[in-house]
């Protein structure tokens, strides 16, 4: 009975103790200005701590407590302490922005025990997720199809938001998506991932663990955790075992919650050989031949997702040498590419295309790159470049390859500067590949037959297409197989056609002459049509009839 006299005297006495440092820290935030809290009771957020190191923290007697985007709650012993003025400089040039709040050295003490709460694999900071190379490893050996993905979710449902997240990610980049969309509707959540070009349902949560996963995502893409009524955009790192993966975040309020779209840029994505492209023959040889040369212009156009940024830095990797300097500017820098200087746009700041295209021609670059040309001033500038000694690559958005010169003349380039200047227009779209490993024969009718050789004998002189008896006709199995995640499709290939801008459509262009005149010079010149690229693939397996019609439509 004495000794628990004693405890409940030396508690009340250390109670005692607290609230009277308490009081004077209080009085003491008078003195300097700042607003005072009580962190021996006031929620420390774990991702908030994790800004700055433990050690530094002790050292400049501080704690980051609260988090949104860079928006921080800040709290310190002495604001005038050299230590804890040098970490809020690196704070800010790293531009967080902050509140200082004056606290007692027990509300520190009870903020840096936090850390010992944060898993090794989560101590980053926004914008990045850290995870270990076997975390990523089981979880890819775990889930290889969409049907495991959703099995997944389903189990860590009620978890922690970190796992959730982690799942949603290595199980799109284990299947291989581009895209993963998580759309609010009135009763629950659905996710879907684009595959291949194309969306497919993954799952359906409830929209409790939505709004805590959403908050996640919003912290770790450096989006205000606070704004629900109007889009953001932000990014962040996947960082694993040697591998940094690109994640591109897009809100958008919806009439049940936000939509959220996250874009998984994984580095293999683009490590397309400019062989594997899947062009024709004729077009590689023809593209090789241009690629070599000092100046000039190659536009490539097609819809989002069809491709362009794929092949244009296949371009890039098959010219560049240690003997030449490249340049891009694009919006945004997507991936990077080693050896190469990449530039991104600043509206905001006056970097614009055309305004970054005259700054790079400054700089002595043998090959330019530009995203996309979306003005007047952009075009003219980059032909500028193309008719002064150097090979200029960029995107323009036509239907086809023979579009790219009204487009063009519709955006106020001159003729007689648009005719010398660009070497190739070409035109082009993925479409996707039948999975090898579960594919079956396909039997066509006599009606089908006599479409398909009707259209092949439209094909240009020259190009001959497989006889009859030769054809390898498939179709997908609607049961699909573990390979291609059930969807009888895996991975992607590109149907492409260019036009050469040769001395006969030099001719036209400076006549202003009418699309259909550039379409039939295109196969005076002996180049295919799409469709006519995309049917010599159907005839050898590569694709089916399906997947043609639905991205390049019934013939």
């Given at each position: ?6 405890d ?8 005692l103790?607290?609230?009277?440092e ?26 908030a701590?994790k ?20 928006r ?7 604001p ?5 003025a ?13 509140e ?5 050295r ?6 840096w025990?936090f850390?010992?709460?944060?898993p090794?694999?989560q ?5 990045a ?40 990610l ?9 895209d993963?969309h ?52 932000g ?26 779209v ?7 994505a683009?490590?397309?050989p ?18 070599k ?49 990449q ?5 905001e700041?006056?970097y ?10 400054r ?7 530009v ?9 003219e ?5 193309a ?20 487009r063009?003349?519709?955006?106020g380039?001159?003729?007689n ?12 779209r993925l ?34 297409a ?8 498939f ?13 009888g499709?895996?991975?992607?290939i590109?149907?492409?056609e ?19 005149e ?9 180049q ?15 694709t ?7 991205v390049?439509?019934?013939?």
């Open positions: 009975m004495p000794q628990f006299k004693e409940s005297v030396a508690r009340k006495l250390e109670l103790r607290r609230k009277e308490e009081e004077n820290v209080k009085t003491l935030s008078q003195k300097y200005k700042l607003p005072y809290a009580d962190l021996t009771a006031f929620p420390i957020e774990i991702d701590i800004v700055i190191s433990e050690e530094k923290a002790r050292d400049g007697e501080l704690a980051v407590f609260q988090i949104a985007g860079k921080l709650n800040i709290a310190v012993r002495n005038d302490k050299n230590s804890t040098a970490i809020l400089k690196r704070l800010a040039e790293d531009r967080y922005e902050y200082l709040y004056l606290v007692s027990s509300g520190l003490e009870r903020a025990s850390y010992k709460r944060v090794a694999e101590g980053t900071m926004p914008g997720i850290e995870v270990s190379p076997e975390r990523m490893a089981a979880f890819q050996k775990e889930i290889n199809t969409v049907a495991q993905i959703q099995k997944k979710i389903a189990g860590v449902l009620f978890a922690k938001t970190t796992e959730i997240l982690e799942i949603l290595a199980g799109a980049i284990s299947v291989g998506a581009s993963v998580l759309e609010p509707l009135e009763d629950a959540v659905r996710i879907r991932f684009r595959i291949d070009g194309v969306l497919s349902d993954v799952s359906a949560i409830p929209p409790k663990p939505y709004a805590l996963l959403l908050s996640r995502i919003k912290l770790v893409s450096e989006l205000k955790l606070n704004v629900h009524n109007r889009s953001q955009d990014r962040f790192t996947i960082k694993t075992d040697g591998t940094d993966i690109e994640v591109r975040t897009s809100t958008l309020p919806g009439p049940y919650g936000e939509n959220t996250l874009r998984v840029l994984h580095p293999q683009i490590q397309v400019f062989g594997d492209l899947g062009m024709q023959p004729w077009v590689i040889k023809t593209l090789t031949a241009e690629l040369r000092p100046n000039g212009m190659i536009l490539t156009t097609g819809p989002t997702g069809s491709g362009k940024t794929t092949t244009l830095y296949a371009f890039l990797r098959k010219i560049h040498t240690p003997a030449i300097k490249v340049i891009t500017i694009e919006d945004p820098i997507e991936y990077h590419l080693a050896g190469i200087e530039t991104q746009v600043d509206p700041a006056g614009d295309f055309a305004n970054g295209l005259r700054s790079i021609v700089q002595d670059p043998d090959v330019i790159l995203g996309e040309i979306r003005d007047l001033e952009t075009a500038t980059a032909m500028h470049a008719l002064t000694g150097h090979l200029v690559f960029s995107t323009l958005h036509t239907n086809d390859a023979a579009g790219t010169i009204p063009l003349l519709d955006l380039v001159k003729p500067i648009l005719a010398p200047a660009i070497n190739v227009a070409m035109a082009q479409v996707r590949k039948l999975c090898a490993e579960c594919r079956v024969p396909a039997e066509l009718g006599a009606a089908k037959k006599k479409e398909i050789a009707s259209e092949l004998t439209a094909l240009p002189k020259g190009i001959t497989p006889a009859q008896d030769k054809w390898t006709i179709k997908t199995n609607p049961r699909g197989c573990a390979s291609c995640s059930g969807l499709y895996k991975k992607q590109g149907v492409f260019i036009i050469l801008i040769d001395d006969g459509l030099e001719t036209l262009i400076l006549k202003d002459a009418p699309e259909s550039i379409k039939k010079a295109a196969e005076r010149q002996g295919i049509t799409m469709r006519q690229d995309g049917l010599l693939k159907v005839l050898s397996g590569i089916d009839f399906a997947e043609l019609e639905r390049l439509g019934v013939s």
